[in-house]
């Protein structure tokens, strides 16, 4: 888990990178910028926020030779070995930038290098090297007293609300490339800033497993369960996956299917599914893997136990126990009206809490 809330910015490099392709040219301060307590803070803001409210998705340090060959691995190894050299590595990074800044839609703009000192990923402190890039423009009103007037000047500048692109650069594991997580306003040009500048690819670990199976299963229950059975037995396939995941330590695919899946017929279609759906979620040759406890507590928040029906009522079932399900709803057809029904036990109507 990623808490960004004491990070404190060590030192910061400003540059302003151009597009190549239209000879615009890269501008190197000459100096790391000083920084003050108001700007601190407003930075602190506009670098992290966006990593505050992503979900953590790590990448790691690529290359096809090697690792080792990878510019910006070299460069962060270098920051990390001696961090009062991250300007001048910083003027390096600007420059290896601007030389993927070579396809007409790529936007120019400034260029931000930190180091960070006290990001505690899982509970421990670990120094970061930060690059955060701003590309848009937006126009803003100033105003200027003229005698007994107001003027207006329409000036630009950058929504500091918005984040345009960046990425964190975590010191820890450094032989398999380093933790590294990135965010990207601008969907254009993804590959340009993850793949040709980063140079990276998913970290998979049991953390990426954990997410990619349960997300891969919550499409399967949409996509087959639901249309072969109905509303209930999906919302309870998920709850009986969550759970399982929930009370292990290893998955273990024969395992999982053997106690989640309620209906033996459709087995064959989850297997098929995966066959068909497993490459979009890096899973195709994956049964085996270590679960991350925290990855299925995220899981189980974003999992919506509610049946939605057109008579503009909601059921929810909050079960920590799938079996409660069974035991408390029934759903049956009424032919009189010729609807369906759900038929709900209770022992007695619960206090509405206020708020």
Same mark, same amino acid.
């Given at each position: 888990m990623l808490n960004l809330?004491? /990070?404190? =910015?060590?030192?910061?490099?400003? *540059?302003?990178?151009?597009?190549?392709?239209?000879?615009?040219?890269?501008f190197l301060s000459e100096q790391p910028y000083v920084l003050n307590d108001e700007i601190n803070g407003l930075l602190k803001e506009y670098f992290f926020r966006p990593f505050r409210d992503k979900e953590e998705n790590y990448f790691r340090f690529t290359n096809e030779v090697d690792v080792e060959f990878n510019e910006l691995y070299k460069i962060a190894s270098a920051i990390f070995l001696e961090p009062a050299s991250i300007h001048a590595n910083s003027k390096k990074i600007a420059t290896l930038l601007f030389e993927q800044s070579n396809h007409p839609h790529i936007?120019?703009?400034?260029?931000?290098?930190? *180091?960070?000192? !006290? #990001? /505690?990923v899982d509970n421990q402190k670990v120094d970061a090297i930060g690059i955060f890039k701003s590309e848009m423009k937006h126009d803003f009103l100033q105003?200027?007293?003229?005698?007994?007037?107001? !003027? &207006?000047?329409? %000036?630009?500048? &950058?929504?500091?609300?918005?984040? $345009?692109?960046?990425?964190? =650069? =975590?010191?820890? %594991? @450094?032989?398999?490339?380093?933790? #590294?997580?990135?965010? !990207?306003?601008?969907?254009? $040009?993804? @590959?340009?800033?993850?793949e040709n500048f980063l140079g990276v690819e998913a970290l998979t670990d049991e953390n990426f497993f954990t997410k990619k199976y349960l997300k891969f299963c919550q499409d399967f229950a949409k996509d087959v369960v639901l249309p072969a059975e109905d509303k209930k037995q999906e919302v309870m396939f998920m709850n009986r996956a969550v759970n399982h995941f929930a009370k292990n330590d290893e998955f273990e695919e024969t395992?999982?299917?053997?106690? /989640?899946? $309620?209906?033996? !017929?459709? &087995?064959?279609?989850?297997? *098929?599914?995966? /066959?068909?759906?497993g490459p979009k979620y890096s899973i195709e040759d994956v049964s085996n893997f270590p679960i991350a406890n925290k990855a299925v507590s995220d899981a189980r928040k974003k999992i919506k136990n509610v049946i939605d029906l057109d008579t503009n009522i909601q059921i929810k079932m909050d079960f920590i126990n799938p079996e409660s399900a069974e035991k408390f709803i029934e759903k049956g057809w009424d032919e009189e009206r010729q609807m369906y029904y759900y038929l709900v036990y209770f022992n007695k109507e619960q206090k509405t809490k206020a708020n």
């Open positions: 809330y004491p /990070v404190q =910015i060590e030192s910061l490099s400003i *540059h302003r990178v151009g597009n190549k392709s239209k000879n615009e040219g890269v936007k120019s703009g400034e260029l931000y290098v930190t *180091h960070l000192v !006290d #990001v /505690v105003f200027e007293e003229n005698g007994t007037n107001l !003027d &207006i000047l329409i %000036q630009q500048g &950058i929504n500091i609300n918005k984040l $345009d692109k960046g990425c964190l =650069i =975590i010191n820890q %594991q @450094k032989e398999e490339g380093f933790k #590294v997580l990135s965010v !990207d306003s601008n969907r254009y $040009d993804t @590959k340009y800033w993850l395992n999982f299917l053997n106690e /989640v899946m $309620d209906n033996p !017929d459709l &087995i064959p279609e989850f297997k *098929h599914y995966k /066959v068909e759906r």
